[in-house]
C-alpha cells in the first residue's frame, strides 16, 4: 500500500494526498439513510484530467477500487467507497470553466455545485434547470445518477442538459464526447451511456450543459384536495392544459405537517382545511411577463378548482420561496422524524393513483408508516419508510419496488441504485439486460475497478 | 442458402420470405446520393418480436449480415445491405399499438410512419415533434439515426422523445427498456445507446414514445438579409428572446430559388430584395392564443429588423405550408438539380457564420458548388456537393468534416454515418473513442452479423 501512496504522490503531489486520520469522516458515506459507512483507505484531489489519467493507471497496476466522489448528497451509496478503496475527490476541478452566452452552454467541472453553477448563470439571465432540491450537490455527482428535482416536469432531467463531456476510462484514455452541440448522429451515444451509470464506467472530468434563458417571473399555487388520489388524477390534465408548469409536485398530508413544522412555515391554511386536505397539488408557472403569468395563474386555479380542489393558496413570494425550501429539504425532515429509508420509484404518471393506493395497503400490512411527496408531474414518487427492523424493513421495500415494476415503472426514477438498492434491482431485473450491462461494464471496465459493487454485483 | 430460406420460411411463412425476383429493386438501396445499390439475398417480413427473434437465431447461426429496414428514406446508407445479405423489413409491424392520453405517451411498432403516428395522435390533440421533412420515414429508421429536423430547436430530436423500447439483440434475446417513464435512474440507459446507433447493436422491435399537447396557432416570418452570416448571427438573439421558435431555419439564395422554383412558389418578394438578399431566415412560432402569437409575431419581427433583416414577410398559412414543404422537399430540389452528394454537419449555433465562411473557401478551392440550407436554431447545416468526380469529391467532403470538427462539431446532426461516411468516421474520431465503440459493438452482437459496414469497419 505505501507504494500505492507513492506513486499516487507523485502525480498530485503529497498534499492532495490523503490517508489515515486525514481522511475526514465525511469521506466514508453519502447520504443513503440504510447504509453503514466504510472510510477509504487513501483520498485524492487530482486537479485535471491528465492527473485523473495517471490516478487511474496506478490504481488499475495495484487492482484498488475506485469510487469518483463529488459533494457526496447521493441517497443511494454510490458514493461508499469499497474496503481499501481509493477515492477521487473533486474538490480541485470544481470551477465553471466557461459560459458561453451565445451557444447557451456552461462547461464545468465535476466538483462545481449547482449553486456555483447557477450564480454564474444567472449573471446572464440564464439557468441551469436541474434543481434535484440539494443544491451543494455537484454537477459530476447529477451525471452519475442522472439527477431530476421539481423541474424536471418543464426542463427535463440531467441527461437532457448534458450536450458533451471529458471523461476519463479506468484504463487512463482520456475522451471526449458530443460538445456544444444540440444533436448529433455520427457514432454512438457514449455520453448517454456514461449518464446514469453512477461511476461504474468512466470517471467525468468535464462536463458541456445547456443553459436555457432565465423566465423572471414565477406564480405558485398550493391546492389541498380531498384524497391522494384526487390530486395525482388531476396531475394529467393540468400538464394537458398547455401552461407547461415549472413545479408540479403533490405533498401528503403528513409530509406537509413535517416540513411546515420543521420550518416553522405558517401558509394560512384553516383548521378546517387542514383536517379535510389528505394530500396538496403545488404548482409554479414561470413567464418573461406579468400580465400572461397573472392569466395563466388565473387558468389554473379555475382547473384546479374544477378538478377537485377543496381550496386555493396563490402564494405570495416569500411564502413560496420558503414552501420550496422546505419541500426541498423534505428529505432531512423524514432524517429528524426517523425515517430508516428512502425511496423513488418511479411509474406512469397516470398509474400514481393506482401506485400510492397499493403502496398504502403494503404499508399497512407491514405496520410500516410510508409517507411522502413526490415530482407528481413525473410519476416519480418519494416516499420515507419508517420500519427499524432491517430484514422487514427489505421485505417491504421489496413489495414497494416489485408493485411499481408491475405498473410498468422502475425502481428508481432519479436516486439511483448505488449499493443500498443493487440487490432488489439484480433480482427484480430481467437476466438477458443485467447480463447485458454486466458486458457493457466489462467493455470499458476490463478489471472491475470503478465502483464495485454499485449497481452490478463485484467481480468474483 | 436454400437451407438458410426453408428455416426462414418455417418461422414468417413462405409469402413473407423473398428471394430472387420477388425482391423489389427498393431494398437495395436508401435514399443516400453516393451510394451503389446493393440487393440482399432474402427479406423477411416478420410480424412479431418472436419471429424477429427466431429470424435473428436463424441468422446467427448462418452467420448471415442483417439489415433492418423501415421505409428506407436514410441518406448514409445504413439500409444498404450486405451482398447475400438478410432484410429485415416491418411492413407487416407498423401499427400505432396505442395513443396513451392520460401519460402522453404513443406505443408504436417500428414500420410506422411519421405521417400515420401524427394522424393517431391528432385524434387526441396531441403531436409527435419529430419532423425530418420526410414524414413517410418510420419511427424505426428515426430511431437508427436519432432523426431530428426542422421542429428539435424547440422539442429535440427522436432521443428525447423515446421513454422506452423493445428490441431483440442479434443472438435473439428479446429485452424490453424503460417504459411510460419521464425518466429513470436505474441502470445503464440501454435505449438511449441503441437510439442513433444506425442497427448494428439490436433490432427495435417496439418504442414508446413521449407526445406532446398540440398548440393549435401558428404563425411564420420569412426575413431576408443581406449576408449569410448575417443571418447566423441573428440565431442567438431570437433563442434568447423567449420566443421559443417551433422552426429556426436558414436558406441560401440558391436553395430558395431552388426550392421556389421547383414548387412554383411565389412569396412575393421583390425583385430588389431578392437581388439583395443573399440568405434568408425562416421562423415559426405556435401558441395556444391567437392575441398573445400576434403580440409575440410582432416582437419577433421588430428583434428581426434589430437583426439586420433587409424586409419582413409574415406568410398568410397556405403560403407559409407551400414554403415548408418546399424546405423539407430541399433534398429533393437539390437531386433534382444534380447533387452528387449531401452533409449535414452540426456545430455549436454560434458558430454556423464561420463554418459557413470556411465552407465557401472550400467549395471554391474544390470549384464545386456547396449550397444549403440548415436548421439554424441547431447548428445543423445542410449542403448539396455538386462534384461528380468520386475523388475529388471525398478529398472536398472530408475538408467539410474537418473543417466542422475543429470548431467542435461532427460529421453528422441527424443523418448519421452510415456506409457512406464510416471512412471519414474512422478516420477523423479519437481512436480510443472508436475502439470502445467497438467493444460496445461486441458486447451486444458479438457474432457481428447486425449492419457490418455501417458506422464501424467489417469483422476481418
Known amino acids: 500500500m ?10 498530485v503531489g503529497a498534499e492532495h494526498v490523503l490517508t489515515g486520520e486525514r481522511i475526514s469522516e465525511d469521506f466514508g458515506h453519502d447520504e443513503a439513510l440504510s ?22 493507471r496506478i490504481a488499475t497496476a495495484w ?10 448528497t447521493g441517497l443511494s451509496g454510490a458514493a461508499i467507497p469499497e474496503p481499501a478503496g481509493l477515492v477521487i475527490s473533486f474538490e480541485r476541478m470544481s470551477r465553471v470553466l466557461e459560459i458561453d452566452v451565445d451557444n447557451h452552454v456552461a462547461v464545468v467541472q465535476p466538483g462545481v455545485t449547482l449553486t456555483e453553477l447557477d450564480e454564474a448563470a444567472s449573471a446572464h439571465r440564464l439557468t441551469y434547470p436541474v434543481y434535484p432540491g440539494e443544491q451543494s450537490s455537484s454537477v459530476g455527482g447529477n451525471m452519475a445518477t442522472n439527477a431530476g428535482g421539481m423541474r424536471a416536469v418543464r426542463y427535463g432531467v440531467t441527461r437532457h442538459q448534458v450536450l458533451g463531456l471529458e471523461a476519463v476510462l479506468p484504463t487512463g484514455e482520456v475522451i471526449r464526447l458530443g460538445g456544444k452541440l444540440a444533436k448529433a448522429s455520427s457514432g454512438y451515444d457514449l455520453a448517454q451511456l456514461i449518464i446514469g451509470s453512477e461511476g461504474t464506467l468512466a470517471v467525468v472530468t468535464e462536463a458541456t450543459l445547456r443553459l436555457s434563458p432565465q423566465l423572471p417571473h414565477q406564480a405558485t399555487v398550493l391546492a389541498p384536495f380531498r384524497t391522494v388520489e384526487e390530486v395525482a388524477r ?15 409536485e403533490y405533498i401528503d398530508e403528513f409530509m406537509m405537517a413535517a416540513i411546515t413544522q420543521s420550518q416553522q412555515l405558517d401558509l394560512g391554511i384553516s383548521a378546517e382545511i387542514k383536517d379535510s386536505a389528505k ?11 406579468t400580465e400572461r403569468l397573472e392569466e395563466d395563474t388565473g387558468r389554473l386555479c379555475t382547473l384546479l378548482t374544477e378538478l377537485g380542489a377543496v381550496d386555493m393558496y396563490v402564494l405570495p413570494g416569500s411564502a413560496a420561496r420558503r414552501l420550496l425550501e422546505a419541500r426541498e429539504k423534505a428529505f432531512w425532515a423524514a432524517k429528524a422524524a426517523g425515517a430508516d429509508d428512502s425511496v423513488d420509484v418511479v411509474v406512469p404518471r397516470a398509474s400514481v393513483p393506482e401506485y400510492l393506493r397499493i403502496s398504502a395497503e403494503i404499508a399497512q400490512r407491514y405496520d410500516s408508516p410510508v409517507l411522502g411527496c413526490g415530482h407528481a408531474g413525473d410519476g416519480n ?10 430484514l422487514v424493513r427489505s421485505a417491504l421495500l421489496r ?3 416489485e ?13 439511483g441504485i448505488g449499493k443500498a438498492k443493487r440487490r432488489y434491482f439484480l433480482e427484480l431485473t430481467d437476466p438477458n439486460t443485467v447480463a447485458l450491462m454486466r458486458r457493457i461494464k466489462q467493455s470499458f471496465d476490463p478489471h472491475g475497478i470503478l465502483n464495485p459493487g454499485v449497481l452490478l454485483d463485484r467481480p468474483e
Chains 1, 2 share one sequence.
Open 234 to 248: 388531476a396531475v394529467p390534465p393540468v400538464l394537458a392544459s398547455g401552461l407547461a408548469p415549472l413545479i408540479l
Open 35 to 56: 447504509m453503514l459507512s466504510e472510510p477509504p483507505a487513501v483520498v485524492v484531489r487530482p486537479v485535471s484530467s491528465a492527473e485523473v489519467s495517471e490516478v487511474l
Open 381 to 390: 414518487v418519494h416516499f420515507a419508510v419508517f420500519q427499524p427492523d432491517d
Open 63 to 72: 487492482d484498488v477500487p475506485v469510487t469518483a466522489r463529488g459533494s457526496g
Open 2 to 11: 505505501s507504494e500505492f501512496v507513492t506513486a499516487l504522490t507523485e502525480v
Open 403 to 415: 408493485a411499481g415494476m408491475k405498473l410498468g415503472g422502475l425502481i428508481s426514477g432519479e436516486h
Open 399 to 401: 413489495e414497494l419496488f
Open 279 to 289: 394530500a396538496y397539488l403545488l404548482v409554479m408557472l414561470e413567464g418573461s411577463c
